[in-house]
């Protein structure tokens, strides 16, 4: 068991920008895949970011059309990563989650993440 526990989302306006952090428990979280997805209303869950573990160096990725805003970090001393999200945009409203994969190849898809945590509010106002 991986416990994830998001923080960091709230109300913010267009152009503005979000920290979220994610605390993970346990002794190998830090060999984990950690991930962030968002959904929104009425949408599937959409892949957002990526970082490898500290065996694939914490190589970080991101989805297409996030790339350039957000950004991926993992602090391994404190079991934490974080999406620095920045030129927010409306479109960006979703909660957001955190996620843990033993999958070390490229994670895009939910369905290779073991763990998840319960979610924070990003809103994104016009």
């Known amino acids: 068991q991986v416990p994830l526990v998001e923080s960091g989302g709230g109300l913010v306006q267009a152009g503005g920008s979000l920290r979220l952090s994610c605390a993970a428990s346990?002794?190998?979280?830090?060999?984990?895949?950690m991930g962030w997805f968002r959904q929104a209303p009425g949408k599937e869950r959409e892949f957002v970011a990526a970082i490898g573990s500290i065996i694939w160096r914490s190589t970080p990725y991101y989805a297409d059309s996030m790339k350039g805003r957000f950004t991926i970090s993992r602090d391994n001393t404190k079991n934490t990563i974080f999406l620095q999200m920045n030129s927010l945009k409306p479109e960006d409203t979703a909660v957001y989650y955190c996620?843990?994969?033993?999958?070390?190849?490229?994670?895009?898809?939910?369905?290779?993440?073991?763990?998840w945590g319960q979610g924070t509010q990003v809103t994104v106002s016009s």
């Open positions: 996620a843990a994969s033993q999958v070390t190849t490229l994670p895009v898809r939910p369905a290779q993440y073991n763990y």
């Open positions: 346990g002794r190998t979280s830090s060999t984990y895949t």
